[in-house]
């Protein structure tokens, strides 16, 4: 038979840059539930899925100035010192906000420039007081990894300042751009542009059969005009700024990585492209197609247009994904760790599709279509809250916790639903 054993409405995921937190709207608690409008959240459901982290950092100079010290990086490390986000030091002070997952068990602040390193005793919201002084690592063979550190200042084989505009990077050459690029950029076997600076490209080649690189650094700025076509071994990190005025294709071995903000008015993920995201990814005016890979620890919004996972399509969601007039689509695999928001439109799961929700997840829609799908909820609780018309078909099924909250109209058009 067909099973609501509890009903949970009324609650929102909020998604900031990097950052998930959950929070509750007005909600009480109730366990006798007989109908649709008894069926409230419980007061004890939790929804922390993570370790949610912000840090008011004040720096102490140590033997360096403040001067020296502005403008520099400060990381976030975990217990493997390995680097969880970067932030910038601006008037001796830094700002971090991030979620954690639930397994990590020691934080560092780490300051390359002085190599400072201290432990923080606590997780959640704090202020903390740093010394920009090096730190004895006596005994310790462990190394840092600083991802998320582009700089202009090293690992420069040559340094563009002025307005330029044409660029070519050479075989294996790294091209720094603190100045201003207005046209062309041709990137040859193994080469990488850093963009420091603001590149304006109106066309760009990749010549030979080895990788090519771009990097955007934190105050860097790429605008490309027109299509951005990322085929074979190109590979794009944003750490900053990109607005692209024509669409972006991610190609056969090519990836694009973002880690703060990107503006695009169409995207489509294919065969053996890779989209990552963990800052704000924009989808202005059409739609977003995946067809390999798309993994979200961010928000991504599409405006306008639809978000499809196609057949060969791998979604992972670990922060928040929101369509604001049109209809989320799932023809692949799902993974839905945190929340799905669509607005107007109708979520859509069809047949032959892979679709799992982790614990504390939660979709959010106006319409629910659901077609001969599995649904497989891997944690405690998860939820998919409907606004307005859910049809269910023939086929559909649920292995683990699910509950659905319907507002307003159910069409069943099966025999039975029973978990699996």
């Known amino acids: ?201 109106t066309n760009f080649n990749v010549n030979g059969n080895l990788e090519a690189y771009i ?44 880690y703060k903000t990107t503006n695009v008015p169409t995207v489509n993920i294919n065969s053996g492209g890779k989209l990552e995201t963990s800052g704000e990814f924009n989808v202005k005016d059409g739609d977003l197609n995946n067809n390999n890979i798309l993994n979200n620890n961010g928000t991504i919004k599409v405006d306008k247009g639809r978000f499809t996972n196609n057949s060969s399509g791998t979604l992972v969601n670990n922060c928040k994904i929101e369509v604001a007039t049109s209809d989320f689509t799932n023809n692949g695999t799902f993974y839905n760790n945190s929340y799905l928001k669509v607005n107007n439109g109708t979520y859509i799961l069809n047949s032959s599709t892979n679709n799992y929700y982790g614990s504390a997840s939660q979709v959010s829609t106006k319409h629910f279509t659901w077609n001969s799908a599995k649904i497989t909820a891997t944690g405690d609780k998860s939820l998919i809250k409907v606004a307005d018309k859910t049809v269910i078909n023939s086929g559909a099924s649920v292995a683990g916790a699910l509950d659905v909250a319907i507002t307003m109209v159910l069409k069943l058009n099966i025999q039975a639903l029973d978990p699996m």
């Open 215 to 258: 990097e955007v650094s934190e105050n860097g700025t790429l605008e490309y005009n027109g299509h951005l076509n990322l085929n074979t071994k190109t590979y794009v990190t944003n750490y900053g700024t990109v607005n692209i005025s024509g669409g972006l294709n991610i190609n056969n071995i090519a990836s694009f990585t973002n």
């Open 1 to 201: 038979m067909f099973n609501f054993k509890r009903l949970l409405l009324s609650v929102a995921v909020l998604g900031m840059l990097s950052s998930c937190v959950k929070e509750y709207e007005a909600t009480t608690s109730s366990d006798d539930v007989k109908v649709f409008t008894d069926l409230k959240v419980s007061k004890d459901f939790n929804w922390m899925l993570s370790k949610q982290t912000q840090l008011a950092i004040n720096v102490l100079p140590g033997s360096k100035t403040a001067q020296e010290l502005e403008g520099k990086s400060i990381s976030l490390l975990d217990e493997n010192y390995a680097t969880i986000t970067v932030a910038s030091i601006h008037d001796s002070k830094a700002e971090i906000s991030t979620n954690l997952p639930v397994e990590v068990s020691k934080l560092y602040l780490f300051i390359p420039f002085t190599g400072s390193l201290q432990e923080l005793n606590s997780f959640g919201v704090q202020s903390i007081t740093m010394n920009a002084v090096p730190t004895n690592f006596t005994g310790s063979t462990k190394q840092f990894r600083t991802v998320g550190r582009v700089t202009c200042t090293s690992g420069c084989s040559r340094t563009i300042s002025n307005t330029v505009n044409d660029i070519t990077v050479s075989n294996n050459e790294t091209v720094c751009l603190t100045g201003t690029l207005n046209g062309n950029l041709t990137i040859k076997n193994g080469g990488k542009l850093r963009i420091c600076g603001t590149a304006k490209i």
